[in-house]
């Protein structure tokens, strides 16, 4: 594989899924895209996944609930995930950090400063 990495978007908002695939292949990462939290395991299981932005708050099951099951699998367990939400009241990043993300990023996005902030994730993420 040649570039940066693998990311896997997973938010129900088109409009999301395309500014923040925008901005990350500008920088050389390849994106894979998910509206749900059934096409998110579809993609785990189809396509290797080097870090995931997991949008909270998303239909059918939250970004907490599809962490949670995405780091139960051995397979998973080591893929960085980022939360990326709007959820900012106190408590919030602490939530996402205890159902077994890696990190959070608040809404909306910062693009100038996204890329580096995913491979500061990915490079703590390299030394095994």
Not at 16 to 28: C, G, I, Q, S
Not at 71 to 88: D, E, L, R
Not at 95 to 121: N, V
């Amino acid at each position: 594989m040649q570039g940066k990495g693998t990311i896997l978007y997973v938010e129900d908002n088109q409009d999301n899924r395309n500014l923040v695939r925008r901005v990350l292949e500008v920088e050389d990462f390849s994106v894979a895209e998910a509206k749900d939290a059934a096409q998110a395991l579809e993609r785990l299981e189809t396509e290797s996944i080097d870090l995931i932005l997991m949008d909270i708050n998303m239909p059918d099951m939250d970004g907490y609930t599809l962490t949670s099951k995405i780091k139960s699998m051995p397979q998973y367990k080591n893929v960085p995930i980022i939360a990326v939400t709007a959820n900012v009241m106190r408590g919030d990043r602490e939530r996402s950090l205890e159902a077994g993300c890696d990190g959070y990023i608040q809404k909306p996005i910062d693009i100038d400063t996204l890329s580096q902030q995913i491979e500061r994730f990915l490079s703590r993420n390299t030394n095994g």
